[in-house]
């Protein structure tokens, strides 16, 4: 078996118990906990192989990201995505790290798609915050193929969230507190090929993620007419594949007062 598969292995089979010391300063205001690990590029196919997972079996999403050409935004740590779900519903999600939750405002918490997160990696833990809304279906092909405006993928309260929680940010990235985010280049797409599966040993279903970069040589301004910014390549020969477990920390419940969440930490 192949190294990365191995400690992927090993690292999801570990029991699970409440955090404490330390750690548990580093999720704490967090609803959940995200544990990731990045395969390899040269060990995909084992990874594929070892979890039984099989590209024609599963979600398939487009995923775009909005930034300024030189990605000040992300250096600025703001995400502005949108994703087309084959048979699903459509969103947009503005993202937010590092984040401080009890800096937070509890209002932001009426939102079903409101999130607070500690994402673990390799590179350690991140609290991040984020705000995803539907996007009715078309607006994100016309967005990209010039048809239509960046703006309308995004709702008013998503201008509103990022103001709220990342003025300061923002205003570092851009020069001023507000995104127009019709002046944003357009990177994308990438293919993520999603499941959704069990382990033995494991307490929570694992999520993985094979992100392919979709004609990544090409790159243009956002809003020219079916022309779009394209990812750049990468080390990894533009694809990537992570495995990823969730953990529950806080019990969210919707509007009608049913819990969302089906597993607590």
């Not at 940010?169 to 280049?185: E, M, P, S, Y």
């Not at 999520?207 to 243009?220: P, Y």
Request: with cysteine; proline share 6%; net charge positive.
């Amino acid at each position: 078996m192949e190294p990365a598969v191995q400690r992927a292995e090993s690292a999801i089979s570990k029991p699970t118990t409440a955090p404490n010391g330390p750690f548990s300063s580093q999720v704490t205001g967090a609803d959940t906990i995200e544990v990731k690990m990045t395969v390899a590029n040269a060990q995909i196919r084992d990874a594929l192989r070892k979890f039984d997972l099989r590209v024609d079996e599963e979600e398939k999403r487009y995923v775009y990201f909005f930034d300024t050409p030189e990605r000040d935004l992300l250096e600025a740590g703001i995400i502005a995505r949108a994703r087309r779900i084959v048979g699903d519903q459509h969103n947009s999600t503005v993202k937010f790290r590092p984040v401080e939750p009890g800096a937070v405002s509890r209002r932001w918490r009426k939102f079903e798609g409101f999130k607070i997160e500690a994402d673990a990696s390799e590179k350690g833990v991140d609290k991040s915050v984020s705000l995803t809304r539907p996007v009715k279906r078309g607006l994100i092909r016309w967005a990209v193929e010039g048809e239509g405006k960046v703006r309308h993928l995004f709702k008013k309260e998503h201008g509103d969230f990022l103001s709220d929680i990342g003025r300061k940010a923002i205003n570092k990235a851009l020069g001023r507190d507000t995104i127009d985010f019709d002046t944003l280049t357009i990177f994308g797409p990438i293919m993520a090929h999603r499941w959704e599966f069990c382990y033995a040993g494991c307490p929570w279903p694992i999520n993985s993620e094979l992100w392919v970069r979709c004609d990544r040589d090409r790159h243009s301004p956002s809003g020219a007419r079916h022309r779009t910014r394209r990812s750049p390549p990468s080390d990894s020969g533009g694809c990537s594949m992570t495995l990823a477990c969730s953990a529950i920390l806080r019990q969210k419940a919707r509007p009608d007062g049913r819990c969302i969440n089906r597993f607590r930490l």
